[in-house]
Nanobody
Framework: QVQLVESGGGLVQAGGSLRLSCAASGSIFGINVMAWYRQAPGKQRELVADMYSGGTTNYKDTVKGRFTISRDNAKNTVYLQMNSLKPEDTAVYYC???????????????WGQGTQVTVSS
């Protein structure tokens, strides 16, 4: 079985920084994309940033220049460095990975349990 375990959330004042980590473990043959999503109360889950195995990244417009996604492929770990945090960044942040469990062609999607990020004004 595959597990994604997140860490690094918490409470921070506006303008502060946090670093989220997400480690994937289990039967993993290769990971295509790793991503961070977030969901604020009463809102839909939205993509914050993603990073493909080749290094291509994508960011939500409102976090560009403030958040940085990175990966350690040897550790199957993805990070999200969040700087200049704003109250509107408050949400539960979820890690996502699309990976192969064997040499077959299929990719499977997995989610972490979520970590709360709260930014006070």
């Amino acid at each position: 079985q595959v597990q994604l375990v997140e860490s690094g959330g918490g409470l921070v004042q506006a303008g502060g920084s946090l670093r989220l980590s997400c480690a994937a473990s289990g039967s993993i043959f290769g990971i295509n994309v790793m991503a961070w999503y977030r969901q604020a109360p009463g809102k839909q889950r939205e993509l914050v940033a993603d990073m493909y195995s080749g290094g291509t990244t994508n960011y939500k417009d409102t976090v560009k220049g403030r958040f940085t996604i990175s990966r350690d492929n040897a550790k199957n770990t993805v990070y999200l460095q969040m700087n200049s945090l704003k109250p509107e960044d408050t949400a539960v942040y979820y890690c996502y990975a699309a990976l192969r469990r064997d040499r077959g062609p299929s990719f499977y999607g997995y989610w972490g349990q979520g970590t709360q990020v709260t930014v006070s004004s």
